[in-house]
């Protein structure tokens, strides 16, 4: 068992009409409000005109068009209204794009410089302003953790922002996701799914976590077909809403071997060049790079994955076993509207080495540590791979 922090200083208030509890959380922090959102769907399902009737009196900004892979560029535009007009917090709406870009605003709120230096030194981050989230969309995870991720399309780079940037409060409603579109209900399964892969397939867990992750994936694989099938299904969307709070939040990593997110790591490449859907690219990159990490020694982690997850016989072959449930990976998300190569995205190597060495120098954990331990030459291998 290793040793471990768990810190969730974040209120999840779940559930049907959450939202007009907003009014007596925020009450305490000010009335100039800063609302973040990605497109017109928040206005379209009400949520937007909700927003305005229950702060009636308050003064709002806002910020719309925050993208799918959030852009500094929008992070700058929400640290000049932020400054300008002494916003008190941010109202962000939305999926995980919107909280990571409120993230970055929060912390660009008292920084002196550009917001992209605390994407690049976290050490810089101090004070940030707070932040309250309603979510519509189950993926990422950003409404219960303290990180980001955040995108440069002048230096070809998306990278991960981590801080004191957890959210005061997140409203999860699963209704503010019925109206999710099939590919993004598949794709934000996928984010969730790789999530707690990469907790779980480690070379040392232990059996509390093991647990954890089996639970996740198992209603990961149960509820996404439910959702994309019948998108008005609470119950489905209540399930998938849950375990994206829970897969990123740190829960799931508590005692255990830590992993450098490997799959991650290779995403956000791919994503700063093409500017892919996060989960898309994880679908692609996760049957690839289980397959290049199965060997003798890590065979056993997969088999247990099939018998525990996918109920494969527990008195089979190992190798079999193991090379079953990483072939159960794929069709799932094949099942689900997934592409499986980045050619059917117009993907090619043109950057892979590039991409390699990018994150080989800027990724939070050293990918000698991954489940099989991987150089250069490696991750380029499981890119190829991905074609």
Request: net charge negative.
């Amino acid at each position: 068992m290793e040793k471990f922090d768990l810190y969730l200083p974040t209120r999840l208030v779940f559930g049907k009409d959450r939202i007009s509890e907003l009014p007596e959380l925020t009450k305490s922090y000010g009335r100039k409000i800063l609302l973040t959102y990605g497109g017109g769907s928040i206005k379209r399902s009400g949520i937007y005109d909700r927003i305005k009737s229950l702060y009636q009196g308050a003064e709002i900004f806002e910020l719309s068009g925050i993208e799918p892979n959030p852009k500094i560029d929008s992070i700058r535009q929400g640290v000049e209204i932020i400054k300008q007009h002494g916003i008190d917090f941010i109202l962000a709406v939305g999926g995980g794009s919107v909280l990571d870009a409120s993230k970055n605003m929060a912390a660009g709120a008292f920084y002196d410089g550009d917001p992209w230096d605390l994407v690049v030194d976290a050490s810089k981050i101090g004070r940030t302003l707070p932040i309250f989230a309603v979510l519509t969309l189950s993926a990422t995870g950003s409404e219960y953790d303290n990180s980001g991720v955040i995108t440069n399309d002048a230096t070809h780079e998306k990278m991960p922002i981590f801080g004191n940037m957890w959210p005061v409060a997140s409203i999860c409603d699963p209704q503010y996701t019925f109206s999710v579109p099939a590919n993004q209900t598949a794709a934000g399964a996928a984010d969730i799914m790789s999530h707690t892969f990469e907790s779980y397939l480690v070379r040392h867990g232990n059996t509390l976590t093991d647990g954890f992750c089996e639970a996740m994936l198992r209603t990961v694989i149960k509820n996404a077909p439910v959702a994309i099938r019948e998108p008005h299904n609470y119950e489905a969307r209540a399930e998938l809403m849950m375990a994206s709070s829970f897969g990123c939040c740190g829960l799931l990593n508590i005692g255990r071997e830590v992993s450098p997110w490997v799959c991650h790591g290779l995403e956000h490449e791919l994503s700063a060049f093409y500017d892919i859907t996060h989960g898309v690219g994880l679908a692609i990159l996760t049957p690839v790079w289980m397959k290049y990490s199965l060997n003798a020694e890590t065979a056993p982690r997969f088999a247990n994955y099939g018998i525990n997850v996918f109920g494969l016989d527990k008195n089979a072959d190992v190798m079999s076993n193991a090379n079953k449930a990483i072939e159960l990976t794929a069709a799932f998300f094949k099942e689900i509207g997934l592409p499986s190569k980045l050619s059917e995205i117009g993907i090619d190597d043109s950057h892979f080495e590039e991409m390699a060495d990018h994150v080989r120098k800027i990724w939070f954990g050293d990918f000698k540590y991954a489940l099989r331990p991987l150089d250069r030459q490696d991750l380029i291998n499981i890119l190829k791979g991905c074609l």
